[in-house]
């Protein structure tokens, strides 16, 4: 059964911390991705990934980064959390051509 | 930017009846996906059509899309009270999966 795994369903953060969100998929897909999920906005791709070490912006970079150094891995960095920041945030892999596969995704609140 | 838009927002119909939820989009696709969201959780995908098809059908469910319109429909047959839930319109307009989602359609499947 295909999985696409976030580290944390709920995590509480302080203003001003660095914050790690952690997605993992065991599909072996080439690309993944980050966006987050606001009442009233939708979804929003935050960055994505087609390979490891290479990562393209989305539409609302400002105030996060990421990492990829496993092809499975893809971390979402947010170096100093704002309350604007607070979010439901969904991981997802895929292959070219086919779906996104989601995680369940990491509701965080800033405080 | 805000690419697909449902309509309804909102849809409570009978168990037994059919539903059907609409997707409008302003630019050129390459492809346009269906996504169903569970209350709190991660997406689901559901069936993807490429701007070349018509139609298609996976279970009971039935996507069309009419590029000329910019639009597409998703149909779901003899609902049930597990098809609640949001459904989302996304669009690839290139083909390397940036999606852009649409707001969703609630739908409530009443006993």
């Known amino acids: 059964d295909v999985k696409v795994t976030q580290s944390s369903r709920y995590l509480v953060k302080r203003t001003g911390e660095k914050v790690f969100l952690e997605c993992v998929q065991d599909m072996d897909h080439e690309n993944m991705f980050w966006y987050r999920q606001d009442p009233g906005l939708g979804l929003r791709l935050i960055y994505f990934?087609?390979?490891?070490?290479?990562?393209e912006k989305g539409d609302i970079p400002e105030g996060y980064s990421v990492s990829r150094e496993k092809k499975e891995r893809f971390s979402l960095i947010l170096e100093s959390a704002s309350t604007n920041q607070t979010s439901m945030y969904l991981c997802a892999s895929s292959f070219f051509g086919q779906g996104l596969f989601f995680g369940s995704g990491t509701q965080l609140s800033v405080l | 930017s805000q690419q697909g838009e449902e309509d309804p927002q909102a849809l409570s119909i009978q168990e037994g009846e059919n539903a059907t939820m609409n997707c409008s989009y302003k630019?050129?696709?390459?492809?346009l996906q269906w996504y169903r969201q569970n209350s709190g959780r991660g997406l689901v995908h559901l069936i993807l059509i490429r701007s070349n098809e018509r139609e298609k059908h996976s279970g009971r469910l039935r996507v069309t899309l009419d590029t000329s319109k910019k639009s597409s429909s998703l149909l779901i047959t003899a609902s049930r009270a597990a098809d609640t839930a949001s459904y989302f319109c996304a669009t690839d307009a290139s083909g390397a999966q940036k999606l852009v989602f649409g707001q969703g359609t609630r739908l409530t499947i009443n006993p």
């Open positions: 630019t050129s696709i390459n492809n």
């Open positions: 990934s087609y390979d490891v070490k290479m990562k």
